[in-house]
């Protein structure tokens, strides 16, 4: 069983389920000065962040963590995007290209509009590494946040074929990782992971995909709205109308306690009429 650091002290065990104890108590410098920086990083943006993650580097100065959060803390607000990535490039060397370093490393690019180092290659080719990292080391729980980091890295100029492959790898990933235990939890998460490939898709141009994408999604979870209204404002953006309608009507048939269907419903329908008033 994977081990908990010793700020916590397990209570209680079963097959299931192991409950923990905080020990405040057992808590060093560096641990404190993380933990300070996260804090600040999630409720404030970063804004007292710097000293501690400073604090933290000054004291372990080979902690990959510790580099690639005072990195992410660095490029917020454009502070110095130079040095964010030099933190991120020296926090990624140390961390051996773990998944969520890769993910973190383009986020700061993102954030700070630096241009890639050779090594790395392109976006793609960081997310790529990222995913196949992910997939060695078993981390399926870091396939929402590769995804969403992707959609977010997209440019007019991606290789699309290459970004279909990467998406198809990735939910593949999702699928086998929903096969192996087909829990409510992961199938809400596997319904999310097709949500977001549909996106990728639909920003990058491929109608068919992304169609097919929340179609995977819609039989998932049909009770679930999200990729209904995704799927409508697809369809109708093609200028495929009745096909938007046939949707939303089918999403609210679904679950009919859902609101956001019929006003995205009543939405197309008075466009219709606008529409209609215009061509008269």
């Known amino acids: 069983m994977w081990a908990m650091p010793e700020l916590f002290a397990s209570v209680f065990e079963n097959d299931t389920y192991v409950l923990y104890r905080w020990q405040p108590q057992n808590m060093d410098p560096f641990q404190e000065a993380l933990i300070a920086g996260n804090t600040d990083l999630v ?17 372990q100065p080979r902690n990959g963590l510790a580099l690639l959060r005072l990195a992410e803390c660095t490029s917020l607000g454009g502070r110095d995007p130079a040095g964010a990535l030099a933190f991120a490039e020296q926090g990624v060397a140390l961390l051996g290209d773990h998944p969520w370093a890769m993910q973190t490393l383009a986020s700061i ?13 392109d976006m793609l080719a960081i997310h790529q590494r990222a995913v196949e990292r992910a997939e060695q080391g078993r981390h399926p729980e870091l396939i929402d946040t590769i ?10 100029t991606v290789d699309k074929p290459q970004l279909a492959t990467l998406v198809q790898q990735i939910i593949g990933m999702a699928d086998r990782n929903y096969a192996t235990d ?15 490939a549909g996106l990728i898709y639909a920003a990058a141009g491929n109608v068919p995909r ?7 999604a819609i039989a998932l979870q049909p009770e679930t709205p999200d990729a209904s209204l995704a799927l409508a404002a697809l369809l109708q953006k093609e200028g495929r109308q009745a096909e938007a309608l046939n949707v939303l009507a089918d ?8 609101a956001w269907p019929y006003v995205a419903r009543g ?9 209609a ?3 008269n």
């Open 251 to 258: 999403a609210t048939v679904s679950d009919d306690s859902q």
């Open 109 to 121: 690019l993102m954030n700070t509009r630096q241009p890639v180092s050779p090594q790395y290659g």
């Open 277 to 279: 008033d215009e061509t």
């Open 210 to 216: 992304a169609q097919a994408m929340y179609a995977r």
């Open 267 to 275: 939405k197309l329908y008075l466009n219709q009429l606008y529409e």
């Open 182 to 196: 087909p829990t409510r939890g992961h199938q809400t998460q596997l319904y999310r992971n097709y949500v977001q």
């Open 147 to 156: 995804l969403k980091s992707l959609y977010r890295s997209l440019q007019p």
């Open 43 to 59: 409720e404030n943006g970063c804004r007292q962040g710097m000293e501690p993650y400073t604090l933290a580097v000054d004291m």
